[in-house]
Protein backbone atom coordinates (compact mmCIF):
# COMPACT_ATOMS: atom_id res chain seq x y z
CA UNK A 1 0.00 0.00 0.00
CA UNK A 2 1.45 3.24 -0.83
CA UNK A 3 -0.06 5.92 0.69
CA UNK A 4 0.27 9.96 -0.46
CA UNK A 5 0.96 13.24 1.83
CA UNK A 6 -2.64 13.70 1.67
CA UNK A 7 -3.32 18.33 1.88
CA UNK A 8 -6.68 18.16 0.50
CA UNK A 9 -8.74 20.87 2.68
CA UNK A 10 -11.57 18.40 2.93
CA UNK A 11 -12.37 15.58 2.69
CA UNK A 12 -9.20 15.62 4.06
CA UNK A 13 -6.85 12.93 5.61
CA UNK A 14 -8.02 10.66 8.58
CA UNK A 15 -5.50 8.72 10.82
CA UNK A 16 -4.44 5.94 9.78
CA UNK A 17 -4.94 3.72 12.71
CA UNK A 18 -8.73 4.88 12.24
CA UNK A 19 -9.24 3.77 8.81
CA UNK A 20 -7.40 0.23 9.89
CA UNK A 21 -9.59 -0.35 12.42
CA UNK A 22 -12.61 0.74 10.38
CA UNK A 23 -11.64 -1.51 8.31
CA UNK A 24 -11.65 -4.21 10.59
CA UNK A 25 -14.75 -3.84 12.09
CA UNK A 26 -16.64 -3.44 8.42
CA UNK A 27 -17.78 -6.84 7.84
CA UNK A 28 -18.44 -7.73 11.40
CA UNK A 29 -18.69 -5.35 14.23
CA UNK A 30 -18.28 -6.15 17.64
CA UNK A 31 -19.90 -9.48 16.81
CA UNK A 32 -22.77 -8.40 15.57
CA UNK A 33 -22.93 -10.67 12.60
CA UNK A 34 -23.34 -7.38 10.44
CA UNK A 35 -21.69 -4.12 9.22
CA UNK A 36 -22.19 -0.88 11.24
CA UNK A 37 -23.74 0.44 7.85
CA UNK A 38 -26.20 -2.29 7.96
CA UNK A 39 -27.39 -1.97 11.38
CA UNK A 40 -30.21 -0.42 12.87
CA UNK A 41 -29.46 3.50 14.54
CA UNK A 42 -32.34 2.11 16.69
CA UNK A 43 -30.19 -0.89 18.39
CA UNK A 44 -28.54 -0.65 21.57
CA UNK A 45 -25.31 -1.56 19.95
CA UNK A 46 -25.52 1.72 17.55
CA UNK A 47 -26.74 3.13 20.85
CA UNK A 48 -23.51 2.80 22.57
CA UNK A 49 -21.66 4.00 18.97
CA UNK A 50 -23.05 7.55 19.69
CA UNK A 51 -23.17 8.28 22.97
CA UNK A 52 -19.86 7.15 23.73
CA UNK A 53 -19.27 9.47 20.46
CA UNK A 54 -21.41 12.61 22.57
CA UNK A 55 -19.37 11.84 25.80
CA UNK A 56 -16.01 11.87 24.17
CA UNK A 57 -16.58 15.15 22.47
CA UNK A 58 -17.84 16.79 25.91
CA UNK A 59 -14.11 15.51 27.67
CA UNK A 60 -12.28 16.43 24.86
CA UNK A 61 -13.58 19.91 24.99
CA UNK A 62 -13.51 20.09 28.82
CA UNK A 63 -17.37 20.63 28.98
CA UNK A 64 -20.17 19.27 31.01
CA UNK A 65 -23.50 17.61 30.20
CA UNK A 66 -24.76 21.93 30.23
CA UNK A 67 -24.05 21.11 26.95
CA UNK A 68 -25.69 18.78 24.01
CA UNK A 69 -23.54 17.14 21.26
CA UNK A 70 -25.91 16.78 18.17
CA UNK A 71 -25.41 14.93 15.08
CA UNK A 72 -27.12 16.32 12.37
CA UNK A 73 -26.80 15.84 8.27
CA UNK A 74 -26.78 18.94 6.09
CA UNK A 75 -23.69 20.03 6.96
CA UNK A 76 -22.29 23.28 8.23
CA UNK A 77 -23.75 24.89 5.29
CA UNK A 78 -27.22 23.84 6.66
CA UNK A 79 -26.11 25.71 9.89
CA UNK A 80 -25.98 28.98 8.46
CA UNK A 81 -29.40 29.12 8.01
CA UNK A 82 -30.69 26.69 11.04
CA UNK A 83 -29.20 29.65 13.41
CA UNK A 84 -31.06 32.34 12.44
CA UNK A 85 -34.05 30.63 11.94
CA UNK A 86 -34.08 29.47 15.83
CA UNK A 87 -32.58 32.17 17.44
CA UNK A 88 -32.90 35.86 15.38
CA UNK A 89 -36.63 36.98 16.55
CA UNK A 90 -38.50 39.66 15.17
CA UNK A 91 -37.30 42.82 16.13
CA UNK A 92 -33.97 41.43 17.41
CA UNK A 93 -30.09 41.96 15.46
CA UNK A 94 -28.17 39.06 14.74
CA UNK A 95 -24.04 40.38 14.54
CA UNK A 96 -21.65 39.02 12.53
CA UNK A 97 -17.74 39.09 11.78
CA UNK A 98 -17.09 38.62 8.09
CA UNK A 99 -13.45 37.11 7.26
CA UNK A 100 -14.34 35.71 3.58
CA UNK A 101 -16.10 33.03 1.78
CA UNK A 102 -17.82 31.09 4.62
CA UNK A 103 -18.45 33.90 7.11
CA UNK A 104 -20.17 35.47 3.95
CA UNK A 105 -22.47 32.62 3.08
CA UNK A 106 -23.83 32.30 6.29
CA UNK A 107 -24.60 36.62 6.48
CA UNK A 108 -26.03 35.83 3.29
CA UNK A 109 -28.35 32.84 5.19
CA UNK A 110 -29.24 35.37 8.45
CA UNK A 111 -30.19 38.40 5.99
CA UNK A 112 -33.42 35.84 4.82
CA UNK A 113 -34.03 35.38 7.58
CA UNK A 114 -33.96 39.29 9.63
CA UNK A 115 -31.99 42.10 11.02
CA UNK A 116 -28.09 40.82 10.23
CA UNK A 117 -25.39 43.56 10.57
CA UNK A 118 -21.92 43.06 9.87
CA UNK A 119 -19.95 44.39 13.02
CA UNK A 120 -16.43 44.07 11.63
CA UNK A 121 -14.89 42.88 7.93
CA UNK A 122 -11.52 41.99 6.19
CA UNK A 123 -12.62 42.27 3.00
CA UNK A 124 -10.91 45.62 2.53
CA UNK A 125 -7.63 43.78 2.56
CA UNK A 126 -9.30 40.59 0.48
CA UNK A 127 -9.93 38.83 3.95
CA UNK A 128 -6.35 38.69 4.36
CA UNK A 129 -6.47 39.04 7.86
CA UNK A 130 -8.56 38.22 11.06
CA UNK A 131 -10.38 42.09 12.41
CA UNK A 132 -9.99 42.57 16.31
CA UNK A 133 -11.68 45.98 16.54
CA UNK A 134 -15.74 44.63 17.56
CA UNK A 135 -18.11 47.14 18.97
CA UNK A 136 -20.77 44.66 19.87
CA UNK A 137 -24.28 45.70 21.07
CA UNK A 138 -25.29 44.24 23.96
CA UNK A 139 -28.49 43.58 22.90
CA UNK A 140 -27.33 41.76 19.96
CA UNK A 141 -29.32 37.89 19.44
CA UNK A 142 -25.74 36.33 18.76
CA UNK A 143 -22.25 37.33 17.72
CA UNK A 144 -21.17 34.72 14.97
CA UNK A 145 -17.67 34.35 13.66
CA UNK A 146 -15.84 31.34 11.68
CA UNK A 147 -12.69 30.71 13.30
CA UNK A 148 -10.67 29.20 10.45
CA UNK A 149 -11.05 30.27 6.79
CA UNK A 150 -10.04 27.32 4.90
CA UNK A 151 -9.83 29.27 1.09
CA UNK A 152 -8.21 32.56 2.48
CA UNK A 153 -5.99 30.33 5.17
CA UNK A 154 -6.82 33.12 8.12
CA UNK A 155 -7.07 32.13 11.55
CA UNK A 156 -8.84 33.60 15.14
CA UNK A 157 -5.73 33.11 17.79
CA UNK A 158 -7.90 35.06 19.85
CA UNK A 159 -12.32 34.43 21.08
CA UNK A 160 -13.64 37.45 20.64
CA UNK A 161 -15.43 39.28 23.80
CA UNK A 162 -18.91 38.92 23.58
CA UNK A 163 -19.92 39.57 27.38
CA UNK A 164 -23.69 38.32 27.55
CA UNK A 165 -24.20 38.04 23.98
CA UNK A 166 -24.57 34.10 22.71
CA UNK A 167 -21.10 33.32 21.21
CA UNK A 168 -21.52 30.97 18.14
CA UNK A 169 -18.70 30.07 15.51
CA UNK A 170 -18.54 28.02 12.67
CA UNK A 171 -15.54 25.84 13.87
CA UNK A 172 -15.50 23.15 10.74
CA UNK A 173 -11.42 23.50 9.66
CA UNK A 174 -9.84 23.68 13.22
CA UNK A 175 -12.40 21.45 15.53
CA UNK A 176 -10.32 20.07 17.82
CA UNK A 177 -7.24 21.28 16.56
CA UNK A 178 -6.40 23.81 20.11
CA UNK A 179 -6.71 24.32 23.36
CA UNK A 180 -9.27 26.77 24.25
CA UNK A 181 -12.08 27.79 26.71
CA UNK A 182 -14.52 26.01 24.73
CA UNK A 183 -17.81 26.95 27.65
CA UNK A 184 -17.65 30.49 26.48
CA UNK A 185 -19.10 29.62 23.34
CA UNK A 186 -23.00 29.23 23.45
CA UNK A 187 -22.98 27.17 19.98
CA UNK A 188 -19.89 25.73 18.01
CA UNK A 189 -20.83 23.40 14.51
CA UNK A 190 -17.94 22.15 12.43
CA UNK A 191 -18.68 20.06 9.23
CA UNK A 192 -16.55 16.49 10.08
CA UNK A 193 -14.34 16.21 7.09
CA UNK A 194 -11.64 18.70 8.06
CA UNK A 195 -10.51 17.47 11.34
CA UNK A 196 -12.92 14.80 13.39
CA UNK A 197 -14.33 12.42 10.43
CA UNK A 198 -15.48 11.87 6.93
CA UNK A 199 -17.87 13.99 5.03
CA UNK A 200 -21.63 13.55 5.77
CA UNK A 201 -22.58 14.86 9.65
CA UNK A 202 -22.00 18.31 11.14
CA UNK A 203 -21.23 17.91 14.89
CA UNK A 204 -22.85 20.81 16.82
CA UNK A 205 -22.16 21.55 20.25
CA UNK A 206 -24.69 23.67 22.18
CA UNK A 207 -25.28 24.89 25.80
CA UNK A 208 -28.98 23.55 26.90
CA UNK A 209 -29.47 27.51 27.97
CA UNK A 210 -29.52 28.42 24.31
CA UNK A 211 -33.09 26.65 23.98
CA UNK A 212 -34.45 29.23 25.82
CA UNK A 213 -33.70 31.62 23.62
CA UNK A 214 -35.14 29.91 20.66
CA UNK A 215 -38.38 31.16 18.49
CA UNK A 216 -40.60 28.79 19.96
CA UNK A 217 -41.97 25.42 18.81
CA UNK A 218 -43.73 26.62 15.56
CA UNK A 219 -40.51 26.25 13.37
CA UNK A 220 -40.37 23.55 10.70
CA UNK A 221 -39.71 20.03 12.73
CA UNK A 222 -36.40 19.46 10.89
CA UNK A 223 -34.72 22.54 11.65
CA UNK A 224 -35.44 22.95 14.94
CA UNK A 225 -32.24 22.18 17.66
CA UNK A 226 -34.90 21.26 20.33
CA UNK A 227 -36.45 18.60 18.01
CA UNK A 228 -32.25 17.04 17.60
CA UNK A 229 -31.78 17.55 21.55
CA UNK A 230 -35.22 16.08 22.92
CA UNK A 231 -34.66 12.96 21.05
CA UNK A 232 -30.56 12.83 21.16
CA UNK A 233 -30.22 13.12 17.19
CA UNK A 234 -32.52 10.54 16.65
CA UNK A 235 -35.69 11.81 15.57
CA UNK A 236 -34.76 10.68 12.21
CA UNK A 237 -32.15 8.01 10.63
CA UNK A 238 -28.54 9.93 11.64
CA UNK A 239 -25.84 9.55 9.29
CA UNK A 240 -24.71 6.81 11.48
CA UNK A 241 -21.17 6.00 9.42
CA UNK A 242 -19.99 9.01 9.66
CA UNK A 243 -20.93 9.18 13.62
CA UNK A 244 -18.87 5.93 13.94
CA UNK A 245 -16.06 7.54 12.44
CA UNK A 246 -16.02 10.37 14.08
CA UNK A 247 -16.39 8.31 17.37
CA UNK A 248 -13.37 6.54 16.12
CA UNK A 249 -11.38 9.73 15.50
CA UNK A 250 -12.54 10.81 19.19
CA UNK A 251 -11.10 7.67 20.92
CA UNK A 252 -7.91 8.16 18.76
CA UNK A 253 -7.58 11.87 19.86
CA UNK A 254 -7.67 10.68 23.07
CA UNK A 255 -5.16 8.02 23.18
CA UNK A 256 -2.84 10.72 21.32
CA UNK A 257 -2.86 12.93 24.43
CA UNK A 258 -6.07 14.86 24.08
CA UNK A 259 -6.85 18.33 22.15
CA UNK A 260 -3.78 19.78 24.27
CA UNK A 261 -1.26 17.11 22.73
CA UNK A 262 -2.28 17.62 19.20
CA UNK A 263 -1.89 21.44 19.58
CA UNK A 264 1.72 21.63 19.92
CA UNK A 265 2.30 19.03 16.93
CA UNK A 266 -0.15 21.25 14.80
CA UNK A 267 1.95 24.04 16.09
CA UNK A 268 5.28 22.80 14.95
CA UNK A 269 3.67 21.64 11.53
CA UNK A 270 2.39 25.13 11.00
CA UNK A 271 5.83 26.72 12.20
CA UNK A 272 7.93 24.35 10.22
CA UNK A 273 5.96 25.85 6.62
CA UNK A 274 5.70 29.36 7.74
CA UNK A 275 9.78 29.42 8.88
CA UNK A 276 10.72 27.93 5.85
CA UNK A 277 8.11 30.78 3.34
CA UNK A 278 9.97 33.86 5.81
CA UNK A 279 13.54 32.61 5.00
CA UNK A 280 13.09 31.84 1.24
CA UNK A 281 13.63 35.63 0.14
CA UNK A 282 9.85 35.85 -1.22
CA UNK A 283 10.22 33.27 -3.56
CA UNK A 284 7.59 31.53 -1.34
CA UNK A 285 4.57 34.25 -0.01
CA UNK A 286 2.34 33.30 2.57
CA UNK A 287 -1.05 35.20 1.67
CA UNK A 288 -2.40 35.87 4.97
CA UNK A 289 -1.49 38.58 7.55
CA UNK A 290 1.26 37.36 9.46
CA UNK A 291 -0.71 37.63 13.43
CA UNK A 292 -3.65 36.03 11.23
CA UNK A 293 -2.07 33.48 9.30
CA UNK A 294 -3.98 29.69 10.01
CA UNK A 295 -1.95 26.78 11.48
CA UNK A 296 -4.92 24.38 9.61
CA UNK A 297 -4.73 25.72 5.99
CA UNK A 298 -1.70 27.43 4.69
CA UNK A 299 -2.38 29.52 2.05
CA UNK A 300 0.76 30.51 -0.48
CA UNK A 301 1.84 31.79 -4.13
CA UNK A 302 5.08 31.59 -5.72
CA UNK A 303 6.73 34.39 -7.97
CA UNK A 304 4.87 33.41 -10.51
CA UNK A 305 1.49 31.05 -11.95
CA UNK A 306 3.49 29.19 -14.27
CA UNK A 307 5.82 28.38 -11.26
CA UNK A 308 2.83 27.36 -9.23
CA UNK A 309 1.54 25.20 -12.25
CA UNK A 310 5.23 23.72 -12.35
CA UNK A 311 5.01 22.81 -8.75
CA UNK A 312 1.56 21.38 -8.12
CA UNK A 313 2.41 19.37 -11.23
CA UNK A 314 5.86 18.27 -9.77
CA UNK A 315 4.47 17.72 -6.27
CA UNK A 316 1.62 15.75 -7.42
CA UNK A 317 4.06 13.45 -8.97
CA UNK A 318 6.18 12.78 -5.79
CA UNK A 319 2.79 12.29 -4.08
CA UNK A 320 2.45 15.27 -2.40
CA UNK A 321 -2.08 15.72 -3.10
CA UNK A 322 -4.05 18.72 -2.95
CA UNK A 323 -1.69 21.60 -3.47
CA UNK A 324 -3.79 23.38 -5.40
CA UNK A 325 -5.84 26.34 -3.64
CA UNK A 326 -8.98 27.04 -4.25
CA UNK A 327 -10.24 27.48 -7.47
CA UNK A 328 -11.63 31.24 -6.34
CA UNK A 329 -7.95 32.34 -5.30
CA UNK A 330 -5.61 30.46 -7.35
CA UNK A 331 -2.49 29.76 -5.83
CA UNK A 332 -1.42 26.92 -3.59
CA UNK A 333 -2.77 26.02 -0.60
CA UNK A 334 -1.14 23.01 1.84
CA UNK A 335 -3.97 21.77 4.33
CA UNK A 336 -2.12 20.64 7.08
CA UNK A 337 -5.00 19.34 10.09
CA UNK A 338 -5.00 17.23 13.02
CA UNK A 339 -4.72 13.92 10.98
CA UNK A 340 -1.48 15.12 8.75
CA UNK A 341 1.71 13.95 10.19
CA UNK A 342 4.28 16.00 11.01
CA UNK A 343 6.17 13.51 8.33
CA UNK A 344 4.42 14.59 5.88
CA UNK A 345 5.12 18.37 6.74
CA UNK A 346 8.58 17.83 7.04
CA UNK A 347 8.63 15.93 3.47
CA UNK A 348 6.94 18.75 1.98
CA UNK A 349 9.26 21.27 3.79
CA UNK A 350 12.05 19.28 2.20
CA UNK A 351 10.19 19.24 -1.25
CA UNK A 352 9.77 22.66 -1.48
CA UNK A 353 12.87 23.72 -0.56
CA UNK A 354 14.10 21.87 -3.31
CA UNK A 355 12.06 23.52 -5.87
CA UNK A 356 13.24 26.83 -4.83
CA UNK A 357 17.00 25.74 -5.80
CA UNK A 358 16.23 24.31 -8.71
CA UNK A 359 13.57 26.80 -9.92
CA UNK A 360 14.67 30.12 -8.07
Known sequence: MNRVHNFFAGPAALPLEVIQEAQKELLDFQGSGMSIMEMSHRSKTYDNVIETARKDILELLNLTDDHTVMFLGGGASTQFAMIPY?????GATAEYIDTGTWSTKAIKE??????????????????SYIPRDLQIDENAAYLHYTSNNTIKGTQFHFIPEAGNVPLICDMSSDFMSREMDY????L?????QKNIGPAGVCVVVMKNSMLERSRGADLFTMLNYKTHVDKKSMFNTPPAFP???????MKWLKRYGGVAEIEKVNNRKAKLIYDLFDNSDGFFRATA?????????VTFRLPTEELEAKAIADATEKGFLGLKGHRSVGGMRASIYNAVPYESVEALADFLTDFQKNNG
Open 183 to 186: SKFS
Open 289 to 297: AEDSRSKMN
Open 110 to 127: AKKMGNTKVIASSEDKGF
Open 243 to 249: VYMVGLV
Open 86 to 90: NFLKE
Open 188 to 192: IYAGA
